[in-house]
């Protein structure tokens, strides 16, 4: 079975700072990759995705990600962040031959401050 | 309305009580989804629809029951739950049960157990 693994519960980060929220996978043959983004008393949204391809991808809000096979990960960068960032974000993964599951990391809280 | 909607935002039962919660998606989607965010848990999938026919039941116990009666809506039906099923309940739909369509969540239903 997947399983997925966000280092950090909470990165805290002044505005217009880079920020990097980690994420590493078990490995699978092939996979898909995500990155969600849950606000206060809201869903998730989706971010971004790696389904094939280009390693760097490019999502919503100025957020990117890269795709590393050989060492599992897929970690979520911006290079200036806002106070509305602040949120809740997931990183999840699916085997492409497992169905349709998706398995989510713990999430990292990023808490944006002035 | 747009996107996925859920009610009620907020539930407070007791044990002996039968509750349902329901979704409702308007963007023409063919899978639904039923998902459980507990505190400190990752998120996890209990249930899948595709084309109203359950396609995934992910060892969730029998007190949750789910019923797909149409693409567009799913209910979750709760009966003598217990306190640790306390949690917010997310719904989500895609275009279709492959884990490379987007998922589209709601905004959740907070379940309190008492």
């Known amino acids: 079975a997947q399983s997925v693994t966000q280092l950090d519960s909470q990165v805290p980060v002044f505005e217009e700072a880079p920020v990097e929220l980690r994420c590493n996978y078990s490995s699978s043959v092939s996979v898909y990759l995500f990155w969600y983004v849950q606000y206060p008393n809201q869903g998730l949204q989706l971010l971004l995705k790696y389904l094939s391809g280009s390693t760097l991808v490019k999502g919503i809000n100025g957020f990117e990600a890269e795709f590393n096979k050989s060492q599992t990960s897929f970690h979520l960068r911006k290079p200036s962040v806002h106070i509305s960032d602040t949120a809740e974000y997931f990183c999840a993964v699916s085997d492409r031959d497992a169905g349709n599951m998706l398995t989510f990391g713990g999430g990292t809280r990023l808490m944006v401050k002035p | 309305e747009t996107g996925v909607t859920q009610t009620p935002r907020h539930l407070v039962m007791g044990m002996t009580n039968k509750k349902s919660l329901k979704c409702e998606q308007h963007l023409g989607h063919n899978a639904m989804y039923w998902y459980k965010q507990s505190a400190k848990k990752p998120l996890e999938l209990m249930f899948v629809y595709n084309f109203k026919e359950q396609t995934e039941n992910n060892s969730v116990p029998s007190r949750f029951s789910p019923e797909c009666p149409n693409s567009s809506h799913l209910f979750l039906h709760l009966h003598t739950l217990q306190p640790e099923d306390s949690a917010l309940y997310l719904c989500?739909?895609?275009?279709?049960?492959?884990?490379?369509?987007?998922?589209?969540f709601g905004p959740g239903t907070r379940l309190t157990v008492t």
């Open positions: 989500a739909s895609s275009q279709g049960r492959d884990t490379s369509y987007e998922q589209y």
